[in-house]
C-alpha cells in the first residue's frame, strides 16, 4: 500500500535509499540476514580522487552530457566537471549540486519544475532527480552481480528517506522521480529521516553511543526501550526535530509535530563561503568558482573535516589551506602577498594567515560565524519542544553535523540535565534505520498530525458565528459558504491505517450538466496549520491537493453518491472511492 505498512511477502532484500542534499548513498540487508541479526547492514562505500578516504556516502552531484543525458554522480561528476571548467570545456554539459535543497524544500512544487545547472542553464527537475535514483538503483544491482546475486525487481522493497518536516506535494513529487527511474509503486515506502535514526538507535545499547554528558551516573548499560527521546538530526539540507515515545519493540508512537527547517551542514558551508568572498574579494571568488572548480570543491572539502572536530572546551586555532591558485589571484588583484593583506584587515582579528597560504581561525570565531547562526534557528525550537513534553528521557542527535562536538555542547546547553546521546556512525544512523524500517514498517503506530485536512463545504448560517460575507441563498434556505470541514485536525495522534470518510453526491439533471457525466469529478483538499480552521478562505489555509474520481465508461449515473476515504497510511495520505459498483484507491495529487 503506496505510503502506509508495505507486505514483505515474497521480497528477499531491503534497499534504503538515503539521497540528500549535500551527500546520498544506498545500504540494504537480506530477510534472511535480519532474522538472525537485524543489525547485520551493508552500506556502499564511495571514493574518489579528490576524496582521501571510502566514504559511505557520496557528493549529490550529477553531471549529464550536453544533450541531457546521464554522465555521471558523485565524486565522479566533480572530478569531472573540474576538469572540463579548467579545460574550458564546460559550458555545453549540465553539472547540478544540492538538488534536494533546491527542488523540493519550498511551498508548491510542480511536475513542470526545473532547477538551474551551475552556469545558469535549466533541466526539468523531476528528470534529474529521477536520474539520481536510477543511478543509485542500477549501482545496487551492478554490485550484487558482481558478487553472484540475482535479484528481480519485485524481490526488493525499495525505502527512500524524506525530511520529516516535508510537504506532502514535495514526497509525491520524489515518489514520482522514483517510478520514472523503474521502482514499482508497490515496491516503494517513505521513512522521515529522524525516525529512521531512532529506529537504529534504539537496537544498540546507550554504552555503544557516546553520552557526551561523560557522566558517570549515565544509565549506560540500557536500550532505548519504553523512552521517549527527542531526534535532532541536523543533515546536509536540513534540521528535523521529532519526539517519539517507545511504547515496546512492537510500538512507537510520534507525539510531536515535526518542525525544522532548511538549516543542515550546507547552510554553514554557506555562510563559509560567503565570508570567503567577504575577505577576498566577490570578483576574486566568482573567479576562483569558475576557472578553478576542482581547488574550490577540496577547500570546501576541507572546510567540512575542519568544522566537526571543533571543541568550544578548547579555542585552538584551526588551520585551512588556501589554494595555491586562489592564493595567485587575490595577490595579483591586491597587488601585495597574502600575509601582508591579512595583516591590514582589522575587522578580523581572528584570523591569521602565514607561510605558505596557511589561514588559521580560531575555534571561536568558527564556531560564532558559520555554526551558531544556523543551529541557534532550531535549537531555540528543541527547547521549546523539551519544556513542553516534561518527560523526555533523554535527546538523540544525528547526521553529518552530530559529530561536532561544537554542536553537541550547544544541544547540551539547551537539554540541561536531559543525557545527550551521539551514535558513534551518526552520519549513517538514518541509512541504517531506513533498512530496519524496511523490515518492520508498521512498528510506528501512530503520529501527531502535523495540520488540519479538510475540503470545502457548505452548513446552515449562523448568526452569532458565521461572517455575513459567507451568507449565500439556495432553494429559498440560508447557507454559509466555504466552510472547512475537517477530516483531520493539527496536532491530533492518528493511527496507522486511520481513514476518515465523507460523502459525495453530485446531481447531473440539468440540461448543463449531462455532459459532465463522463468527466471526472475532483475534490479540493485544503490545509492549515490551525487546529480547527473555519475557512478555507483564512488566513494560513492553503489547496494542498485535489482528488480526482473517474468516471465509470457509461459516464455517472443522473444522481450520483459515492463516499471518499482518505487514509492515513504512515508517512503519505492516500485515498479511496466506494460507490454502489466498485471500491478502489483513487488519485490524490499534490502537486500544482
Known amino acids: 500500500m503506496a505510503g502506509g505498512a508495505s507486505s514483505l511477502d515474497g521480497k528477499l532484500l531491503v534497499v534504503a535509499l ?7 548513498g544506498y545500504a540494504f540487508s537480506f530477510r534472511s540476514d535480519y532474522r538472525l541479526d537485524p543489525l547485520k547492514i551493508e552500506i556502499n562505500h564511495w571514493t574518489g580522487e579528490g576524496a582521501q578516504t571510502m566514504s559511505p556516502k557520496a557528493p549529490s552531484s550529477v553531471l549529464l552530457n550536453p544533450d541531457k543525458t546521464f554522465h555521471s554522480f558523485g565524486y565522479k561528476a566533480e572530478e569531472e566537471y ?65 558478487r553472484g546475486i540475482n535479484v528481480r525487481d519485485q524481490d526488493i522493497l525499495w525505502v527512500l528517506t524524506v525530511p520529516a518536516i516535508w510537504s506532502d506535494a514535495a514526497k509525491q513529487f520524489t515518489r514520482e522521480a522514483a517510478e520514472q527511474a523503474g521502482i514499482k509503486a508497490v515496491d516503494m515506502i517513505f521513512v522521515y529521516e529522524p525516525e529512521a535514526a531512532a529506529l537504529y538507535c534504539r537496537l544498540q545499547k546507550l554504552h555503544m553511543i557516546n553520552d557526551t554528558t561523560d557522566s558517570p551516573d549515565s544509565d549506560s548499560k540500557t536500550t532505548l526501550t519504553e523512552r521517549k527521546i527527542l531526534v535532532f538530526d541536523m543533515g546536509g539540507g536540513t534540521t528535523d526535530i521529532s519526539v517519539m515515545d517507545i511504547k515496546s519493540d512492537k510500538e512507537i508512537h510520534i507525539v510531536e509535530q515535526a518542525s525544522g527547517g532548511p538549516f543542515g551542514g550546507t547552510a554553514i558551508n554557506e555562510r563559509f563561503s560567503n565570508w570567503m568572498s567577504e575577505i577576498f574579494g566577490e570578483e576574486n571568488m566568482k573567479a576562483f568558482k569558475k576557472n578553478k572548480r576542482s581547488d574550490y570543491m577540496q577547500l570546501i572539502r576541507d572546510f567540512e ?8 572546551k578548547e579555542d585552538k586555532p584551526l588551520c585551512l589551506q588556501i589554494p595555491p591558485s586562489l592564493k595567485k589571484l587575490a595577490e595579483k588583484t591586491w597587488d601585495c602577498n597574502l600575509e601582508d593583506h591579512f595583516k591590514n584587515l582589522e575587522s578580523f582579528p581572528d584570523v591569521q594567515v602565514k ?18 547562526p544556523i543551529a541557534n534557528n532550531v535549537l531555540a525550537e528543541m527547547e521549546r519542544i523539551l519544556a513542553k513534553h516534561g ?3 533523554c535527546v538523540i542527535t544525528v547526521g553529518g553535523i552530530a559529530q561536532s562536538a561544537a554542536m553537541t555542547t550547544e544541544i547540551r546547553k539547551y537539554a540541561k540535565n536531559i543525557p545527550v546521546y551521539v551514535p558513534f556512525d551518526s552520519s549513517v544512523a538514518v541509512l541504517n534505520g531506513a533498512v530496519l524500517y524496511g523490515h518492520e514498517n508498521n512498528v510506528i503506530k501512530a503520529r501527531v498530525c502535523r495540520y488540519s485536512y479538510g475540503i470545502q463545504t457548505m452548513r446552515p448560517f449562523t448568526e452569532e458565528k458565521d461572517d455575513e460575507s459567507k451568507k449565500v441563498i439556495q432553494e429559498g434556505e440560508i447557507w ?3 466552510c472547512f470541514r475537517s477530516l483531520y485536525n493539527a496536532g491530533d495522534m492518528i493511527k496507522l491505517g486511520d481513514v476518515r470518510p465523507y460523502e459525495l453526491e453530485e446531481s447531473f439533471h440539468d440540461e448543463d450538466r449531462k455532459n459532465k457525466r463522463f468527466q471526472p469529478i475532483r475534490c479540493v483538499l485544503f490545509r492549515s496549520e490551525k487546529k480547527h480552521p473555519r475557512y478555507v478562505t483564512e488566513e494560513g489555509c492553503f489547496e494542498t491537493g485535489r482528488i480526482e474520481i473517474e468516471p465509470p465508461e457509461e459516464g455517472f449515473p443522473i444522481h450520483y453518491e459515492c463516499i471518499v476515504e482518505l487514509e492515513f497510511a504512515g508517512t503519505e495520505i492516500i485515498a479511496r472511492l466506494k460507490d454502489s459498483e466498485r471500491i478502489k484507491t483513487i488519485r490524490l495529487d499534490f502537486l500544482s
Open 18 to 24: 538515503d539521497f540528500g542534499t549535500a551527500y546520498s
Open 391 to 393: 518527560d523526555i528521557n
Open 305 to 312: 573535516q575542519k568544522k566537526r572536530p571543533i571543541d568550544p
Open 480 to 482: 454559509c459558504k466555504h
Open 355 to 372: 607561510k605558505r597560504g596557511k589561514l588559521f581561525l580560531s575555534s571561536s570565531f568558527l564556531l560564532e560565524n558559520f555554526v551558531l
Open 82 to 146: 573540474a576538469s572540463l571548467v579548467e579545460n574550458e570545456e564546460h559550458q555545453d554539459w549540465y553539472f547540478f549540486t544540492n538538488i534536494k535543497m533546491r527542488l523540493l524544500y519550498k511551498e508548491k512544487v510542480s511536475r513542470s519544475d526545473s532547477i538551474e545547472d551551475e552556469c545558469g542553464k535549466s533541466v526539468q527537475g523531476l528528470a534529474i532527480l529521477s536520474m539520481l535514483i536510477r543511478y543509485l538503483k542500477d549501482d545496487l544491482y551492478g554490485r550484487l552481480n558482481m
